[in-house]
Every structure is written in C-alpha cells, then in structure tokens.
C-alpha cells in the first residue's frame, strides 16, 4: 500500500523558514518522480517544484519560488524535503507530495493528505 506522509507544514512570519518532509513507503523510492504541489484557497493546484529519481539530479520549480525554494531527496531514508526561506504572504497554501511510480511500464500517480503552510505576520 503506497503512503505519503507530509510534515513541517505550520504558522511562520514573512521572511522566514519551513522545511517540509514527504515519507513514503509501498514502493521503490529511489525509481520515483516526486514533486511538491501547492493549492491556496479559491486557486488551482500548481507544480512548486520536482525532482527526478536520482538523488541531487534534475530538478525544476516555478518561477514564483526559484531561489528561495529547494527541493531534494534522501533515498535511503525514503524521504524528499521541501526547504522553503524568505516565504511569503502568497506561499500560503496547503503543501502535497506526489509520486509517480512506473509499474509493469505504467505511470501511477500517488498524493498525500496535505499539510497546510501559513506566511502571515
């Protein structure tokens, strides 16, 4: 049974630090795509940022995060991170994990429960 597991989420002031954690568990870590997305209320879930299976390999985020944001992974530990400095006002949103996991040449998706972040002085 595939399982993400968000923490870290909570209340901090404009300027300051998160770092989020995304345990997973019910699959091969280390051959995985994961991602963080972000959903605020009233918008649509976006990509904040990716990373590909090898650990420090390729990664990507969205404009609005690049620089302050840092993606990365611990394989053994089946764990990526989401290190979020100098947040914002408008990185206020519920934080999710995702996988995608190749099975038998398939793309699975898989999502987390979510853990809200909330920028506000």
């Known amino acids: 049974q595939v399982q993400l597991v968000e923490s870290g989420g909570g209340l901090v002031q404009p300027g300051g630090s998160l770092r989020l954690s995304c345990a997973a568990s019910?699959?091969?870590?280390?051959?995985?795509?994961m991602s963080w997305y972000r959903q605020a209320s009233g918008k649509e879930r976006e990509l904040v940022a990716g990373i590909d299976s090898r650990a420090g390999a390729i990664t990507t985020y969205v404009d609005s995060v690049k620089g302050r944001f840092t993606i990365s992974r611990d394989n053994p530990k089946n764990t990526v991170y989401l290190q979020m400095n100098s947040l914002r006002p408008g990185d206020t949103a519920a934080y999710y994990c995702?996988?995608?996991?190749?099975?038998?040449?398939?793309?699975?998706?898989?999502w987390g429960q979510g853990t809200q972040v909330t920028v506000s002085s």
């Open positions: 995702k996988a995608i996991v190749v099975a038998a040449g398939k793309p699975y998706e898989y």
């Open positions: 019910g699959f091969i870590f280390s051959n995985s795509v």
